[in-house]
């Protein structure tokens, strides 16, 4: 099989200081990324997950609460360390100027995960399933 060879170029080049590559497609990209939110969007729209999560009484909202607050979290000390540090205040190492802020986005994070995957999975656990006893207790009302 034929394998394509890369040109390297030298560390003086300005392609090479730049960071970019001679044959990037941005168009493709930029193509790739519209569909995908097309397609989320088409989503979106043709199922009611929306309407059933904010206005179907039978479910509970404490894990989508939960998990709301820990993203929110999450991207505020995402929101501080690339905006506010790195392009306000010139500090590149936020390790060492803020070092609760990597280990809190974590947790909140797997927090945010955690809680996404239970109420997804009970939810769904709750509608093909007839053993609703032990998920009213947890989930659903």
Excluded at 19 to 47: D, P
Excluded at 117 to 128: D, I, M, S, T, W
């Amino acid at each position: 099989m034929h394998q394509r060879k890369e040109k390297k170029l030298p560390a003086d080049s300005p392609e090479f200081k730049a960071g970019t590559k001679r044959n990037e497609n941005k168009v493709g990209k930029y193509v790739s990324n519209f569909l995908w939110i097309a397609a989320f969007v088409y989503v979106l729209n043709e199922f009611d997950i929306v309407d059933v999560i904010i206005y179907d009484p039978r479910v509970k909202r404490t894990p989508l609460k939960i998990s709301g607050f820990c993203l929110l979290i999450a991207a505020t000390i995402a929101v501080y360390c690339a905006l506010i540090l790195d392009k306000i205040f010139n500090i590149e190492d936020y390790e060492k100027h803020s070092p609760w802020a990597v280990p809190l986005s974590t947790f909140s994070g797997v927090v945010f995960v955690v809680t996404q995957v239970l109420f997804v999975f009970f939810h769904y656990y709750y509608l093909f399933t007839t053993q609703k006893k032990f998920l009213n207790r947890f989930i659903i009302e």
